[in-house]
C-alpha cells in the first residue's frame, strides 16, 4: 500500500481511495438502492434523501475526525466503484445478559448514563457490477494498513450481517477473524476483529 502525501487518499495496485465528494452521490445513491446492496446495510434499502444525509455526514465526518469511508477508484479507468473506510462505532462497556454488547454508530445516538468505550469499524461497499474481482479485500487491506501504520490502531473491527457471506471472506482474507456479536440499531451482527498491533501490544 501506498500513503499519498496527504493522508485523505491511500493507493493500491489497482484502487486509489480518495474523500467523497458531492458529485459521487449519483453513484452511492443507485448502489445503496440495489437490493443485493441493500439487503446488509445498516438501514436496509436507502432512499436518495438517506443517501444524500449519509454523504454529508462522511464530509462532516472528515471535518470532525479527519476520517471517515472514503470512495473507492479504479485506477485503470478512474470509475468510482465502492467505498471502504473506518467509522468510529461507540459502545456499551458492559455486555447484555446474554454477553452482546450494543454499539451506535456516533456519541449522539448513545443513551445517557452509560459506560461508553469506543471503537473503529472498518466498513466497505462496493457497486455489484465489480464483486468477485479483489477488490473490496484490496481496498479493506489498504485501510487497515492505514490504521495501523499511521493512526497506530491497536485493533479494528468490523460488524458484518451474518448471511453477508461475501464481506464474511473479504474479512477472514485480510486477516480478521470472528470475534462474538454486536447489536447495532437493534440487529445482532457478527463481531470481526482485524488485530494491528503485534506481541504484547495487540488488543483482543
Known amino acids: 500500500m501506498t500513503l499519498a502525501r496527504s493522508t485523505d487518499r491511500l493507493e493500491s495496485a489497482r484502487l486509489v481511495l480518495r474523500r467523497v465528494e458531492p458529485d459521487d452521490l449519483p453513484f452511492f445513491t443507485r448502489i445503496h438502492a440495489l ?5 446488509y446495510l445498516w438501514t436496509r434499502p ?3 434523501e438517506e443517501t444524500a444525509a449519509w454523504l454529508h455526514g462522511t464530509l462532516a465526518s472528515y471535518e470532525r475526525h479527519t476520517r471517515g469511508h472514503l ?4 485506477k485503470e479507468d478512474g470509475a468510482l466503484i465502492g467505498r ?11 455486555a447484555l ?9 456516533g456519541r449522539e445516538g448513545a443513551p445517557a448514563g452509560v459506560a461508553l468505550t469506543y471503537e473503529y469499524e472498518l466498513g466497505y461497499t462496493f457497486d455489484p457490477a465489480v464483486w468477485g474481482q479483489g477488490f473490496a479485500s484490496e481496498a479493506a487491506r489498504c485501510v487497515r494498513d492505514y490504521a495501523r501504520d499511521v493512526l497506530l490502531l491497536s485493533y479494528a473491527i468490523s460488524v458484518i450481517d451474518p448471511e453477508n457471506a461475501r464481506s464474511r471472506r473479504v474479512a477472514e482474507r485480510s486477516g480478521a477473524r470472528t470475534a462474538g456479536q454486536m447489536e447495532v440499531i437493534g440487529i445482532t451482527w457478527d463481531r470481526y476483529l482485524w488485530p494491528l498491533a503485534t506481541g504484547s501490544e495487540a488488543r483482543y
Open 35 to 39: 437490493p443485493e446492496v441493500a439487503q
Open 46 to 48: 436507502r432512499s436518495p
Open 71 to 74: 470512495a473507492v477508484v479504479r
Open 84 to 94: 471502504c473506510g473506518l467509522t468510529e462505532l461507540v459502545v456499551e462497556s458492559a
Open 97 to 105: 445478559e446474554h454477553g452482546i454488547r450494543k454499539g451506535w454508530f
